[in-house]
């Protein structure tokens, strides 16, 4: 069984790509289309489109995140699979409404489809593409966190595979998705099986010549509190205007759609804490799930 680290360009998972040598090292990459938050470096941008055969326009993580994966590839001395499928703003698209507005579905806590269409989906194309047969892939739970890896196992079949749903063709009518499922990977945690805690990986990065962003994962990710949302505001503007956007577009078809079950981003923007916020001030709680 061929072994695969999946990286998000977080020091966990770069920390598993530097310390677990793997057959494949593969890197998903969430795009957005906004020229407002284009990626700066025009020479990077140029090697990341022909790294992921797409247009790059820029990417709805902080863009340290380019970089890191660029670096990383040159520390470990392995090539590093890029890859990536629908824009974040073609994955929420739903067409257009009579008036011609572009009705916009927003995913949230509970309807995380963004991480299946702009993680999941681009590495198990890969997957079927290069390799079609069941894999190990490496993912970055540490020993602490030893829940998340029970519940990732909760959903094993009963050869001890994930399975993933993907459409094959159409119907003979042509007007309906033809669906298959496929066993395609087996999830281990070679930090929880070593006893691997956050400490031990941020002591290994210290001097490294791999730049890292302070936190990982959108911007505007949902699942971040509110707190962290205005920090991320204040850090990149534009990119959370973009969110503000995608959300105050989203209502006007889809009135009960927002973001943040508690707060609409445009009430983060405007919003005034009564004190100052620290990079120390958070943690990985904070953060989310798709940059570890």
């Known amino acids: 069984m061929k072994k695969v680290n999946s990286l998000s360009g977080g020091k966990t998972s770069s920390y598993i790509a530097a310390n677990y040598p793997a057959d494949h090292d593969v ?153 298959a499922t496929f066993e395609w990977q087996k999830p281990s945690f070679p930090l929880i099986k070593d006893g691997l805690y956050k400490d031990n990986i941020e002591t290994f990065w210290k001097e490294k010549p791999v730049r890292f962003a302070w936190t990982n994962n959108c911007i505007g990710c949902f699942h971040r509190e509110i707190h962290l949302l205005k920090k991320m505001q204040q850090l990149h503007p534009e990119k959370f205007d973009w969110f503000i956007e995608m959300e105050e577009q989203s209502r006007k078809t889809y009135s009960d759609r927002s973001w943040n079950l508690k707060i609409a981003y445009r009430d983060v923007k405007n919003w005034n804490p009564t004190f100052d916020m620290f990079e120390e001030d958070f943690n990985d709680c904070d953060s989310g799930y798709c940059g570890i």
């Open 27 to 179: 890197f998903a990459l969430v795009r957005i289309e906004d020229e407002n938050c284009k990626f700066k470096d025009e020479k990077i941008r140029r090697e990341v489109e022909d790294r992921i055969q797409a247009p790059f326009i820029a990417t709805a993580e902080d863009d340290t995140i380019i970089y890191t994966i660029l670096d990383l590839e040159q520390f470990i001395g392995r090539k590093i699979s890029w890859v990536t499928g629908k824009t974040f703003d073609e994955v929420i698209r739903r067409g257009k409404r009579e008036n011609g507005d572009v009705a916009i579905y927003l995913p949230n806590p509970t309807m995380r489809f963004c991480t299946t269409e702009m993680k999941l989906k681009p590495i198990f194309d890969w997957w079927k593409k290069e390799i079609s047969e069941p894999i190990e892939m490496r993912i970055g739970f540490r020993a602490n966190e030893h829940r998340r890896a029970k519940t990732m196992n909760s959903k094993l079949n009963e050869r001890g595979l994930l399975e993933f749903k993907d459409v094959v063709g159409k119907t003979k009518t042509g007007n309906r998705n033809r669906w």
